[in-house]
């Protein structure tokens, strides 16, 4: 991904995670209520995986991206893509800071990623890998047009995969 690349809504701003976004990361995965549903994570694995998103933009077109306030620049979290070759599927993820929560921005980030994805992207199909009991997540997913299908493991959680097909977002943006 170029450095230049970024998503606009009216309210954010969304560019590629960068090695400079590894403080802003380790602090937002510190939440307890982040690590209860994504589990703990440490500065040398935010490292690894900024580093393996920026491969992913270099080999597959996607990747992670913080999410901005557009009016402060204040780092709020991050969304995007994200390809799980165990399963051959393409998930689009979020997580946001306390204070950014409930606001609407996880839907508002994740539906810009989601429409640009199908938008660039030759995928039939996007996931949601979400844990049982995450019910913020839930809601988001369903305000996307996500349906609950499949019962799976990640990492070796369980999760609810969630997902809605082309198709179905072709029809919600007609």
């Known amino acids: 991904m170029q450095s230049t690349f970024l998503l ?3 309210r954010l701003r969304l560019r590629a995670v960068t090695p400079e976004d590894v ?3 380790v602090r937002l995965h510190d939440d307890p209520e982040v690590a209860r549903y994504m589990g703990l994570r440490d500065r040398d694995w935010h490292e690894w995986r900024i580093e393996a998103s920026r491969e992913e933009w270099a080999e597959r077109g996607h990747g992670f ?3 901005l306030d557009a009016g402060s620049g204040r780092f709020l979290g ?3 893509l994200k390809f799980w070759p165990e399963f051959g599927e393409t998930e689009l993820g979020w997580v946001l800071r306390p204070e950014a929560r409930g606001h609407g921005f996880a ?5 810009a990623v989601l429409d640009w994805g199908f938008e660039s992207l030759d995928v039939p199909f996007v ?3 979400i844990r049982p009991g995450n019910d913020p ?3 988001v997913a369903e305000r996307l047009g996500m349906k609950a299908g499949r019962r799976d493991e990640l990492n ?3 999760i609810v995969v969630y997902s809605i097909e082309r198709e179905a977002w072709e029809r919600r943006r007609a």
């Open 127 to 129: 996931t949601a890998m």
């Open 107 to 111: 839907t508002e980030a994740a539906r």
């Open 137 to 139: 997540s839930v809601a």
């Open 8 to 10: 606009e809504t009216e």
């Open 65 to 67: 991206v913080v999410v």
């Open 156 to 158: 070796g959680d369980p």
């Open 78 to 80: 991050r969304t995007g």
């Open 23 to 25: 403080e802003e990361l």
